[in-house]
């Protein structure tokens, strides 16, 4: 019988959003259980009335991918592309800026069951949403929501070559550093304890007559990244510094070639919030990412060397 721990997931980038590429390395994804990609379709129930009473049936229509991955947060080459896709960029180098050069992937699911294996392929999948959430005292997690075309389902493996898992470093609170709000710093810089980091994209299948399956994945409205933090209350230098002034925040999260630094240029913060949390007296601000003409970006991640 097939056990859900047997299940697996490997990434590609299509080069034509929809269609699974013809060479290339699927890239596997280690998921955390629970969250994984699904086809859906809305029903079209008859209005009309049928003899005694009855419906006239209903059919299905607007067929889609939705759900997505989760993952323990580490470097490797299919966490990457989903973040790609996520900012809708490219990396330069080691340098990935939020952009709006949409990114589309397929995703693999197999399943073994009684000597088969069972495969289902997403195809034209856009992130529509990224999370990274981290404490203190627990891993790094990251989420991303997922919007696709169409499926296909099999029982033979692909013509694709078939990588294998990372070996880098899986992330946890213990690895973030450098955490800093543009004047912040000295003996105002506070101890942080959390962190939320959230980018999502209006993103929608568009339909058309003809097909049951999408024709492609739309982006409407403007990119939001948000980063939460929350820090130990110390005094009121928090109140000072965040205001209607726009600021440069950032963090790093593992070191070397297991690293990132996330960098928001122009930052404009929250009003400081208190919050409790056992013995400990926190503050809660949100930062919210605009566009830095300097930088040319809203948003930036960068690989460390």
């Known amino acids: 019988m097939a056990s859900p721990s047997d299940r697996s997931f490997a990434i590609?980038?299509?080069?034509?959003p929809g269609t699974l590429p013809g060479?290339?390395?699927?890239l596997p994804f280690d998921p955390i259980p629970g969250t994984r990609p699904s086809?859906?379709?809305?029903?079209?129930t008859s209005p009309a009335l049928s003899r005694l009473r009855?419906?006239?049936g209903s059919r299905r229509s607007n067929f889609r991918v939705e759900g997505g991955l989760r993952g323990h947060f580490a470097r490797g080459a299919a966490m990457e592309l989903l973040l790609e896709s996520a900012l809708s960029g490219l990396w330069t180098t080691n340098v990935l800026r939020a952009a709006a050069t949409?990114?589309?992937?397929?995703?693999e699911?197999?399943?073994p069951e009684g000597g088969v294996m069972l495969y289902q392929r997403f195809l034209g999948c856009m992130v529509a949403g990224f999370n990274l959430e981290c404490a203190y005292d627990g891993n790094a997690e990251a989420s991303f929501d997922v919007l696709g075309m169409s499926r296909q389902t099999a029982t033979a493996a692909t013509a694709l070559t078939y990588g294998t898992s990372p070996t880098t470093l899986p992330l946890a609170g213990a690895d973030v550093s450098a955490v800093s709000i543009a004047g912040l710093a000295g003996s105002t810089a506070p101890d942080f304890v959390n962190l939320t980091l959230g980018v999502t994209h209006n993103r929608e299948p568009q339909g058309g007559f003809g097909s049951a399956a999408a024709r492609a994945i739309g982006t409407s409205g403007a990119r939001a990244v948000t980063l939460g933090l929350r820090f130990y209350r110390e005094d009121f230098s928090p109140e000072t510094v965040i205001g209607d002034t726009p600021l440069d925040v950032q963090f790093t999260i593992g070191a070397g070639a297991n690293g990132f630094t996330f960098r928001l240029p122009r930052a404009f913060g929250s009003i400081p919030t208190d919050s409790d949390d056992a013995s400990k007296a926190l503050v809660d601000v949100t930062f919210t990412a605009s566009f830095d003409p300097t930088l040319g970006?809203?948003?930036q991640i960068t690989r460390l060397p």
């Open 297 to 299: 970006t809203d948003f």
């Open 39 to 44: 086809f859906r379709a809305d029903e079209l």
């Open 12 to 16: 590609i980038a299509e080069t034509t």
């Open 23 to 26: 060479t290339g390395v699927l």
């Open 54 to 56: 009855a419906s006239r």
């Open 109 to 111: 699911e197999s399943l």
């Open 102 to 107: 949409d990114r589309s992937v397929a995703i």
